[in-house]
């Protein structure tokens, strides 16, 4: 119904930049709520940030990185600046029907993942 793939990640010093990419294909709609979610090696996965009639941050993030949409493309974006070790992680987009969530049960349909290394 909704594929989703990932892009951007790679391997960057503290203090840099990336900017990540989601591609959606299928069924895709503006009414279609996306995130971003990561995971750490031995830790659970956890919310990133998230966009449809609003936008959510976690609170490590705010100020650093920012999402956003090009609804005309179907390819939602996460911009991070000041990256830092602790953002490393496997960076994934996730979609779903309904209102904005930071649950990930909460979504539907899941990229395969981008991975995002911030050396110290």
């Not at 793939?5 to 996306?34: F, H, I, P």
């Not at 990185?65 to 953002?87: G, V």
Request: charged share 20%; proline share 2%; net charge positive.
């Amino acid at each position: 119904q909704v594929q989703l793939v990932e892009s951007g990640g790679g391997l960057v010093q503290t203090g840099g930049s990336l900017r990540l990419s989601c591609a959606a294909s299928g069924r895709t709609t503006s009414t279609l709520t996306m995130g971003w979610f990561r995971q750490a090696p031995g830790k659970e996965r956890e919310f990133v940030a998230t966009i449809g009639g609003n936008t959510v941050y976690k609170d490590s993030v705010k100020g650093r990185f920012t999402i956003s949409r090009d609804n005309a493309k179907n390819t939602l974006y996460l911009q991070m600046n000041r990256l830092e070790p602790e953002d490393t992680a496997v960076y994934h987009c996730a979609a779903r029907w309904g209102p904005v969530s930071v649950a990930s049960s909460e979504y539907r349909f899941w990229g395969q993942g981008t991975q995002v290394t911030v050396s110290s």
